[in-house]
């Protein structure tokens, strides 16, 4: 009797420390740009995102075309002159967490995150990192971060006529409200 009893409290301890993996099919990306001359800002709302919560691993899936602008003749410049949506229709963010003994995601909390990856924009890949907070709650993750990327480091040729118009910099803000993945 005290070996099943031993058995069972090692196996509900041993269940809370597996391995959890958390998705979405609609997390945020907004971009945004600003010059003395003009604002740009766009926005997807159907991202990928997956998340190990034992390895650390964190990827995305954008689709290029799901951008959605203030104005159609912004959009379609966008998908048409800039990043090329029908050569390279997805941007891919392959990374990971690089604090995860900091994070306990069975923990109501929020936690300082620092992910480091790569990422794939106009078929070009950079290696960035990026600080963010996860939230966690009630079974869900939050995760929030914003950080820099530049058009010309993923090859994106900006015309002339409007190198003005559009930031060296552009503003990257992501937010994922992940689920946890039931098989």
């Known amino acids: 009797m005290k070996t099943i009893v031993v058995l069972l409290g090692i196996m509900i301890l041993g269940s809370s420390v597996i391995a959890q993996k ?4 609609n997390g945020h990306i907004k971009f945004y740009s600003e010059t003395p001359i003009e604002t740009i800002e766009a926005h997807n709302r159907q991202v990928n995102t997956a998340l190990d919560s034992e390895t ?3 990827v995305f899936k954008v689709l290029m075309k799901s951008f959605e602008f203030e104005k159609a003749l912004m959009q379609e410049h966008f998908n048409e002159n800039y990043v090329e949506s029908d050569t390279y229709p997805n941007a891919m963010f392959k990374g990971k967490v690089k604090n995860l003994d900091e994070i306990n995601f069975s923990v109501t909390g929020e ?13 070009v890949t950079q290696k960035i990192s990026a600080n963010g907070l996860f939230t966690i709650a009630e079974g869900m993750v939050k ?5 820099i990327i530049r058009p010309e480091d993923y090859k994106i040729s900006i015309p002339k006529t409007v190198i003005n118009n559009i930031a060296e910099e552009i503003q990257v803000t992501v937010v994922v409200d992940l689920k946890e993945y039931k098989k």
């Open 111 to 123: 936690y300082e995150a620092a992910v480091e990856g790569e990422l794939t924009i106009h078929g």
């Open 56 to 58: 650390g691993d964190f």
């Open 22 to 25: 958390f998705i979405t099919k």
């Open 143 to 147: 995760g929030e971060s914003t950080f």
